[in-house]
């Protein structure tokens, strides 16, 4: 009863929401006026070339009516000749072509008519769309006048759309912008940092595709650092061929009109959309293989023997050696123990992916449309982990008048994903790095005969079944398999109400819906018939809506040629809805049954739902004088269901001025400055917390319900009365020069950020006041600062031959200026093995760290010495040399690892902790070119990050050798015996050692690298030779990515990812496997 | 033509005017704090939070009263941070350290006590009687807590206001031990006489607050002050109650199925309504611990095995702990599968009243009373009597062999050897220091036994995560080096 009322009232509540946006719109229309229909009168005509006399072929004839409506239009043979029904003798006709000067004729009562069209640089697109979609969506400010900071990559264009080039990738591109992978292990963490990390939590930039923003689920496993064109259609979830150009916001002045979404960094992507003239029809194939390069060497199963004897007896001396590492040809898994598995081998393969493109596109003076088809498959480098994805995409572009123009956009995206199951917090491929390689991967009985099974053992030496599982048995055997479907569809109108005055109304409605179904089958896991791991199945549903409506006014006055002056009001409202249920079982009656709710034990049912709504105002105020003195300022205002009534409004103003000196008359001296601009820019945003409903002190049930008979609710959450924006202030100042008609272009900027009101997620406090955290803490400041600078220069350009570079360089400094009040600035003040000593301070950025001093290996007992500052040792009351000693617990030994004892008191403790290295990059960037000769072309792009430092943390898990997991080969190299003394030897083996493998300089590196991210050629086949074969366009293109990487670092991968998350955060590298190298080969065919 | 965007604008602050009421969410799912607080039934279900919280503390409480002292002795799977505890090896990251538990008790308690009035104010049903009776019960829970944070960590912060919002201060201080204990002795002696005497069934009669609880828990903290003459005046008021011993052939019914006339006041179980406890799987299905070797010599010193307590205490076969796994005292019969983690947490019982009798009588010299409490025991028991001791000490440890006997595994152990350790200050320390020390491996136990001369070692030291959290706080001195 009260669920119907919700649910009732839910959608009551969106109905309204959305009708409130759609009043605006209906009220547009009803503005129009319907025109009667009139008798008709045929005209024909000619159209060509003013100057050469040429027939112009596929001009458009179109006649508009008083209202400037268009009433009928037609298009220009290839004699350019054409014919054209009017219903007024004496109305105007517009010709229009590609490439030639619009021209307007008044019939006068003519029957026939020729035209002569003079050709001309303007794009009649933008006459006729009135300049706006190329601008910026919001403000409408042209690109050449834009004052704050921003970066453009244009994609390649429709027709030479073949392989992906190293142009379309947008790492490295872009100076300020640091787009991280973390490791080439699928779903591996990264992400992406616009200017540094300004906020702390999930700082993910904002996407805005064809000015809609995305409410996008960004996956932990999403990869930003590889992220490309394609990476990127993957995550908006449209085919990555569609995307015309990515713009990155970067300074507060750009993203403030965007609103507390794009308080860290928007991204705008613009799709294709429909041009004028002949319909085009094209398509491509790609073929992709993915080839994950040999991971860490890892111990052989013999190895592994060997080492987990040693580790064994030096732990607890000679006795009650396990059987499974104990060569015991009568012990009845002797077979299943002594084998030499290669489990990364076995569950890794070559990924395959094929990826098919049809797009088709073309228009006339109404209707112009843009539709394409993708299909994609990806067999995936894990075994069994395909994955498909098929996505459409619509964009229609109507011209009811002169004065309006409706557009929609409607993409749909079905993707399918299977996976596998992961166990307490382990994947596959993790298991396969730490499982002991002399187990086999198939049963065998103690005569040595295969049975046919997994071997799936309850318990191994490594520890029960499930916390060891058998990484084949579960590739193999059980399923996690997600499908996707998303839908977004925005309406666009766009009214010129008087010639200074326009209207444009978007609503947009996105509806993703994902389901996930998991299955563990009993045969894929050591478990008894009792336990909760057998047959376990899952299966979940989440949909999420959301409608969002913006109305904006331009009000764009005439003031003469000197004055350019522009004023945009907007209105902005955003809901959205999500609902999720998820049901658990186990102990299904068979492995063949999998639905969990077929007669299991179900484990637990739960539901939920949320709704967020947010509302938005702005005016922003453009004005240029002259074409050099340019300002802009803007003033939004943000509301949020996410903060109570008293601090709910958020006023975000932000300012920019512009000097484009370059048009000043004394810079005419300076030969070859074709432009010249400096920026400055201020401008204030703010974020808001995460989830919708954590200010509130949320009462609930508890598990269990009731004490003896009586009802138990609680509260659940620390109710938050002080939850407020946190706002981002930012400076920026910028340069833009540019030398020789554009062959030589220069920016640099220099910027200041501060964040103030950090938001801190989850904020610890004392567990006396009853909670363990409030959900959120607002307080502290944070400042980035920082310089980028880009170069692009084309020094040959014909017409056979043309070669560009490009090179950009940025350094980001990220510091504490405050932390909140009771702020505790040490966590993890306790040491041990894989641990290193956390601390905050203010002045400091993020991401340093401390530990010890290693000095390599005692080589034996009687070295073991503490000494004095001097080097003499420390004697003890009975005058004997006292033994440097762990804590006070536990003296060294020969073989353990030997830390510097920097206060000389005889014992490795906190005090001897020192500054180790900061994990933040002095500089990054990237840089790249493109070589175009004939119908071939060339393009490379490197990518680099330099002076910072890693904690390898993988070689701390694979060279510990202090617990039963596999190590990698180097400890093949470790101290065996009393008195042994080789140069970089590693400590002993020792099973639960208390200090072999503290956090010390042992595992730190210097990061620095530079990789050849893409290398792509492309040839294009001659037009004759195309045009004889029936074709428009034919296009083979070899593209490879991640080839090359030249590093000192010894780990995998000296990318890391940066986590905001944590103001404790340094760098630690956990990529057991290098990046996968990507060879793509594609063809496509323009019809 | 001019007219039209005008009124579109016009529009646009129509819709901005209800912006306010449009942006006001609340969660679909659960109340937030200004719609909850509205009748006695919230009030009530709250407390009833409190209580289930103290439930499932019953494996701490176990191991608070018991892993320090000699009762128990580890198993295969006793979890690491125990066995530190065991091994003297005590740090502030250990997670023994955690009071959150208690502290949550006490703040749904605190909630309790703030929007009882408000709601009494608000609710025409409510009653006055039954508006006391749920302050005197969140009293109750919140001394209750409080007596066992002073007895685990010594001087804690004193939290008496519900953390309602992110504005409430967090960062409280610690309070003397002895102004905690002053504070809710008053709040026992008002709750005292206003508690409910029937809720209506056993269960919530002996599993929520009532007189005989609130009385055992004043009496439990004099014996604590050493007020022995208060003390007793607190048992007095029991014994003129209708609480009685159950009978010897009955014994083992107080732990299955619990409830029974003996009770005071019991931490209510009940598995087929999804509240099992934990305290099944920690002695009986996971080899946590098991009975000590000096719970094993106590329990047969004086005849080769006590017939009633003896076997309803432990397992001979591999003595595993049978309070809570067993149907009867012949440490054979394992409860019916359904009914396994039903046990109540007793937290008072008669029979334990009648010992802190005996132990205040035997304090301020009245053996020959004294003797007798403690022979009710020993006869319900159906062991020989024991005629009185003639001086205080040897009373002392009579009453303490006893208490073990009785209340063994029931998490009192190890308070009752702090008691006697700081008694008369602190005469009798090295008998409570050796005692700590047995579980210890012996090449440590000289440098243990030096440094637990010092009392403040018998507390725990409050967690590195408190620490960091609350700067207000400071360490233990004892553990303050570490």
Redesign the interface.
Known sequence: MNRTHNIKNKIGRIVRGAAKGLVLLLILFSMQNVLNAQTKKTIRGSIIEKSSGEPVIGATVVEYDKNKRIISGTVTDVNGNFQISVTDPNTALVASCIGYETMRVDLNGRSTLELQLESGAVDIEEVVITAVSSNDPLTNVAERDITGSRVKVDMLNSQIMGGVSAEEALQGQVSGLDIISSSGDPGSGSQIVIRGLGSLGNAKPLIVVDGISMDIRINDDFDFGGADQEDIGDLVNIAPQDIKSIEVLKDAASSAVWGSKGADGVLLIETFRGRRGKTTLDYQGKYSLNIQPPPIPMLSGDEFIMLQLEEHHNAYGAYQVPPEIAYDPDFQDFYNYNANTDWIGAITQPGFVNDQYLKISGGGEKTRYFTSLNYQTNSGTTLNTPFSRISTRINLDYNISEKLKFSVNFSYTNSFKEGNYSLRGKNVRSMAYVKAPNMSIYEYDQFGNPTGDFFNPINSYQGDGISYFNPVAIASLSSNDVTQNTVVNSFLLDYNILPWLRFRETVSFQYLNEKANAFLPYNAVGTDWLNNFKNQASETNSVDTKITTRSQLFIIPRLGKKHNFSTILMYETDQRTQDWSTLNSSKSPSFDVYDPASNAVIRNIRSGSGDFRALGGLVSINYKYRDRYITAFNLRADGSSKFGANRRWGIFPSASIGWRFSEETFFNSIKGLSDGKLRLSYGQTGREPGNPYDRHAIYNTTNPSQYIDNPVIIPQQVQLDNLKWQTLSSWNLGLDLSFFKDALTFTGEVYRKITRDLLWPKYEIPSSSGFDNLSWLNGGELENRGWELYVMGRPITRDEFSVNLSFNISQNINTFLEFPDNFNNEVATTIGNGQYPRRASIGEPIGSFYGFRYLGVWPSNESVVATNADGTPILDVNGDKVPLSYMGTYNFQGGDAKYEDLNHDGVIDLNDVVYLGDSNPALFGGFGGGVNWKDFSMNFQFLYRTGYQIVNEVAMDTEGMLDKNNQSKAVLHRWRVEGQDEEDMLPRAYLGHPANNLGSDRYVENGDFIRLNNLSFRYRMDRNLVKKLGLNSMDIALTMRKLLTFTRYSGQDPEIPQDSSDPFWFGTDQARTPTPKFYTLSFSIGF | ??R??I???F??LL??SS??D????????????DE?WKTKE?V???L??A???L?QMDELLFQYGEVRADMIERDDNTPNFIRDIMDG?I?P?NELC???GF??T???C??VLHYNPLIYEMDPTYSEIQKQGIEAEALFLRSLSYFYLVRIFKD??F?TE???????N???PATKDVEILAAIKVDLNKAKEIVSDDYG?L??NL??ANKNAINALLADICLWNFEYEECITYIEEIENSLVNLVPSSQWYSIFYPGNTIEGIFEV?F?ES???GNNLYNITYTQDNYTASQTAVELLSRETAKEITRGEGSYRPTDFKIWKYCGSSNDAQSVRPSSERSSGNWIIYRYAEILLMKAEALSQLGEYDQAIEYLNRIRARAIMELKSAPDNNQAFEDLILEERAKELAFEGKRWFDLLRMGRRNNFARKDKLISIIVQNVPSNKRLVLVSKLSNPLGWYLPVS???L????E?DQNPYYAGY
């Open positions: 033509m001019i039209k965007p009124y579109s604008l529009i646009s819709i901005l912006c306010q449009w942006l006001d969410l609340r969660p679909p799912d659960g109340l937030v704090q909850y919230d009530r279900a709250t009833m939070g209580y289930q919280q439930a090896n740090y990251d955690d009071w959150s502290y949550k006490i703040n749904f605190n909630f804690v912060p939290a519900p953390t309602i919002s992110d504005s409430v967090v960062y409280l069934s269960e919530n599993g929520r209510e009940n309504l999804d509240q590195d995560a408190e960091e959290r609350n700067k706080l």
